[in-house]
């Protein structure tokens, strides 16, 4: 059974950068998408951007043109850099990998933007 670790979540102030990552005991050529989402206090999860296997990336559009994502083959992990951070950015964020053979999502790591 793969295990999923994330890190790199905590508090930030308004207009701020912090990087979150999901490392897998998998080679992450296992997976053909690998994406991030966040699920604020009494929301939806919602998708925030996603990767696949030829570093196609797409993003949803709040986060279009100030988070990053990007695989990190060395480390066997996806990456999300977040900049010019909001206090709406506030949520969980969860790293989800998509193989052939299974659906796997993060424990989430808590992200706080706040002066």
């Known amino acids: 059974q793969v295990q999923v670790v994330e890190s790199g979540g905590g508090l930030v102030q308004p207009g701020g950068s912090l990087s979150v990552s999901c490392a897998t005991s998998?080679?992450?050529?296992?997976?053909?998408?690998m994406a991030w989402y966040r699920q604020a206090p009494g929301k939806q999860r919602e998708l925030v951007a996603t990767?696949?296997?030829?570093?196609?990336?797409t993003y949803a559009e709040f986060a279009r043109g100030r988070f990053t994502i990007f695989r990190d083959v060395a480390m066997n992990a996806v990456h999300l850099r977040m900049d010019s951070l909001k206090p709406e950015d506030t949520a969980v964020y969860y790293c989800?990998?998509?193989?052939?053979?299974?659906?796997?999502w993060g424990q989430g790591t808590q992200v706080t933007v706040s002066s």
């Open positions: 998998r080679s992450i050529f296992d997976f053909y998408a």
């Open positions: 989800n990998l998509h193989s052939r053979a299974d659906d796997v």
């Open positions: 990767i696949t296997d030829d570093n196609d990336a």
